[in-house]
């Protein structure tokens, strides 16, 4: 029998039984489906942490003040130590080696109005280096730059989150918004940036999306620390021009930063790179573990399709005795009825496929779980939904196969 009459004669029979083979179908159906569903939900975690991590820079050490309460502030000022400041980053660019440029930023926490609504904010104080290092834009109008900087001017860019909680249907550039006591003209709002998880130690809670940014001389004129215990700068971030040596320098920075502090330890050291690693092989793991009791649901779908085949050949034993005596070989019969399995399991798969696509669809639209579809994850579930079939269908085929004519035609 020629391959196109075997897939003719097992699509009749598919659809001569629609309930039965339906229903064997679904196991295939659900374990192609999950495997699409649970593999586009690891490949948009990972693409969020990516993200994450290039609005870090991952070439990038980061160096964090730590939180302190004031009696805790009190006893490290005593020790010498007042915090990560300019000085700090200047000792970086100019002591260690492969800088290739240092940012040093100021923080505070503050109230910003317009006109009847109002929202808290962290305000960013930046050089000019950190465009550079971070390579950070807006999304819409301009960001911070060095003409900002120099003539220490009134102007800032919010990010997404609190530009839409003071605007939520006008645009802000041009518009002055209330900082404190102080007026500031909007220049720029930036793009949605990523949100920071508890895995980013001193960054844990950070929403970008809630920052505001202006230049430092604005920063340092403009808002008096209400703290004078409080540090000069609340973190600096280092680009370094040779990835492979972030350990290295880190500990570089490390024992600098120690020499200047007393050893006090007052700062954290963050090294983007290698949080992302830890990261990615968590994700892994997590993704392994999920397709695999995803695939689960496949290999029930194969001892499904096994048990209606093998039903089958009980059904159609005196046919298959027909076909021998009339000439058809083993090799016929085994064809036959592997190609029936086949075809059940690439139904369930093709099924299972756009089921798959639809519930990653779904749960984007329905959660704040982001799902990314790739080619390689569709055609993995689909690969096995056929292996399945021809591994579980051989077994009923060749028991087929197997059977001597005369005693197949006498069956009842």
């Given at each position: ?44 975690a ?14 990038n050490?980061?160096?964090r ?184 320098i ?17 700062f ?28 689960i ?40 009825f ?29 959660t704040?779980i ?24 051989y ?18």
């Amino acid at each position: 029998m020629q391959l196109g009459e075997n897939f003719y004669v097992a699509y009749a029979a598919v659809f001569d039984h629609k309930l039965r083979s339906f229903l064997t179908m679904l196991g295939i159906i659900f374990g192609v489906a999950s495997v699409i569903a649970m593999l586009s939900i690891g490949e948009g975690a990972k693409r969020q942490a990516i993200a994450k991590y290039q609005d870090l820079g991952v070439n990038n050490i980061i160096i964090r003040d730590k939180k302190y309460t004031d009696e805790e502030l009190e006893e490290i000022r005593a020790r010498f130590s007042q915090g990560l400041s300019m000085a700090d980053a200047n000792a970086i660019m100019e002591v260690v080696p492969m800088i290739e440029n240092v940012a040093p930023q100021a923080e505070r926490e503050v109230e910003v109005q317009f006109e009847d609504r109002s929202g808290k904010a962290t305000l960013i104080g930046i050089t000019p280096s950190f465009t550079s290092i971070l390579n950070y834009s807006a999304g819409n109008g301009i960001f911070i730059n060095e003409d900002h900087y120099a003539r220490s001017l009134k102007v800032c860019v919010l990010g997404a989150s609190i530009a839409g909680e003071l605007f939520p249907f006008d645009d802000p550039v041009g518009k002055d918004i209330k900082i404190e006591d102080q007026w500031l003209e909007v220049v720029g709002v930036m793009n949605t940036k990523s949100l920071f998880t508890e895995t980013v130690g001193e960054l844990a809670s950070r929403d970008l999306n809630t920052d505001i940014y202006v230049a430092m001389t604005t920063f340092n004129k403009r808002f008096v620390k209400e703290n004078l215990l409080e540090s000069e700068v609340k973190q600096i971030t280092v680009k370094i021009s040779n990835p492979a040596k972030l350990i290295e320098i880190a500990g570089i920075i490390k024992q600098l930063l120690n020499r200047h502090h007393f050893n006090n330890e007052d700062f954290s050291i963050i090294i983007p790179y290698e949080l992302l690693k830890q990261e990615e092989k968590e994700r892994r793991i997590y993704n392994i573990l999920l397709g695999s009791i995803a695939a689960i649901s496949l290999l029930v779908g194969g001892i499904g399709i096994m048990n209606i085949m093998l039903a089958s050949v009980l059904e159609r034993t005196r046919e298959i005795g027909i076909r021998r005596a009339i000439g058809a070989k083993r090799k016929d019969i085994l064809n036959q009825f592997l190609t029936e399995a086949v075809v059940i399991s690439i139904t369930g798969g093709i099924i299972g496929v756009a089921l798959g696509l639809l519930i990653s669809l779904f749960i984007t639209l329905i959660t704040d779980i982001t799902t990314s579809i790739t080619l390689y994850s569709v055609v993995i579930a689909f690969f096995f939904s056929v292996l399945v079939g021809i591994n579980f269908g051989y077994f009923p085929a060749k028991k087929a196969s197997q059977l001597i004519p005369i005693e197949a035609i006498r069956y009842e």
